[in-house]
Each structure stands twice: as C-alpha cells, then as structure tokens.
C-alpha cells in the first residue's frame, strides 16, 4: 500500500521556522520525484517545492525562494520541507506528492501530474 504521511505543521508565530517531513512508504522511494503543496482556505492548491529523483534538483516557488530548502533522504524514505521566517500568507494545509515521469523544469508546480498524495499537515502562522 502506498503511503506518503506529513507531519511537522503547527501554529508558529511570524518569523518562525517549521519543518515538515514527508516519509514514503510502498513504493520505490528513490525513482520519484517528491514536491511539496500546499492549499489555503478558499484558493486553489499551489506548488511549493520540489526535489527530483535523479540528482535532488530543488525547484521552488517565487512565494517561499530563499526562505525554504527541501532536501530527501533515500535511506529513510524522507523528504524534508524546512521554511523559514514563516509569514502568516504561509498559512495553510501542506501536502506531499509523489510522481515517477515528470519533466520537473516545466512542470513541477502541475499537480494533476502527480500520482500519489498524503493527507496533508496544517500550518499555521499568526501575526
């Protein structure tokens, strides 16, 4: 069965930092490209990092360029979303995707392109 859990959301103040993990599990972790989504209360989900399977490129939205960093673990199955000076238009559910096939320099933000999702970590920012 395949499973991608999140975790590491929460309430943090502006300015803060958080961590979220993503950890894979039934299916071959290190063949596909992870990104990370995320999705506020009555706007449409966005991509907001990616890291690809061959060489961890790291892709990034204009929003969360210079304040994230994503980074995988093979050995644990792992992908890590680490944001900082967290803003409170950070606010929303994040989710983790998984695709094999992508061609991530044009696409990685598409999430209609990805075939297995989690069930996302709430974050949180107050001002």
């Known amino acids: 069965e395949v499973q991608l859990v999140e975790s590491g959301g929460g309430l943090v103040q502006a300015g803060g930092s958080l961590r979220l993990s993503c950890a894979a599990s039934?299916?071959?972790?290190?063949?596909?490209?992870i990104g990370w989504f995320r999705q506020a209360p009555g706007k449409e989900r966005e991509g907001v990092s990616c890291?690809?399977?061959?060489?961890?490129?790291?892709y990034y939205a204009d929003s969360v360029q210079g304040r994230a960093t994503i980074s995988r673990d093979n050995a644990k199955n792992t992908v890590y979303l680490q944001i900082n000076s967290l803003k409170p238009e950070d606010t929303a559910v994040y989710y983790c995707?998984?695709?094999?096939?992508?061609?991530?320099?044009?696409?990685?933000?598409?999430?209609?392109?990805?075939?297995?999702w989690g069930q996302g970590t709430q974050v949180t920012v107050s001002s």
């Open positions: 995707a998984a695709v094999r096939h992508l061609l991530l320099q044009r696409l990685w933000a598409a999430s209609t392109f990805y075939d297995y």
């Open positions: 039934g299916f071959t972790f290190e063949d596909y490209h």
């Open positions: 890291t690809s399977s061959s060489d961890s490129s790291a």
